[in-house]
């Protein structure tokens, strides 16, 4: 499931890795499959937003509104689509945020779809907000999303690997961790997992 074609979301060098290993069904936003064909995929199905694809394994997948843009170059901003999935497999429901600032998008997700089991939610690249407040969410605004969503659980993505942004790289969960006080959100029920770390749910989980 690719979310949007910023480089460090769609690295042509592991679609092509990806491709020879497992030939898999790469889901894309409208006006990227040509991208991927470079790269050698052959497998790929556009999605425009609220599309909704058939998967195997008993489940489907909605493509989704977020706050966010595309562009791989100076002259070709927004001319393709960007966004985040929702699956439903076996009855478990699965929100993956992608790259979005925070708006209305979250209680509209859930007022279509359901209140997600999961939610993979961008915690990190926020600073300096002047700039960044358009496109990526906060800490804060994470938080606030888990709740529009009313995600039973929520895992933070997108920090701690590359300095993108003026936050400092452990930032990210440190804010959270604050904000979680603030709003008496349970520990368990945002995790900022670190690089690598399994987590594994159960029905009684969710």
Known sequence: MISH?????L??????RLEAKFHPLFLVP????????????THIQEMD??????IPLHGDVTFAPTQHFSAR?????NRTLWGSYYLKIDGVRVYFGGDT???VH???IKSRLGPPDISLLPIGAYEPRWFMKGVHMNPAEAVQAHLDLGSARSIGIHFGTFQLTDES???????????KQQRNIEPAEFLALKEGQPMLFSARDL
């Open 5 to 9: 074609n910023h480089y460090d979301h």
């Open 11 to 16: 690295d042509l060098a592991a679609i092509t």
């Open 30 to 41: 409208l006006g990227d499959e040509s991208l991927l064909r470079s790269a050698g995929a």
């Open 49 to 54: 937003w609220w599309e909704v694809k058939q």
């Open 73 to 77: 170059g100076l002259f070709d901003r």
């Open 101 to 103: 600032a925070y708006s």
């Open 106 to 108: 979250f209680a509209e």
């Open 169 to 179: 790289i452990e930032q990210p969960v440190i804010d959270l961790e604050r904000e």
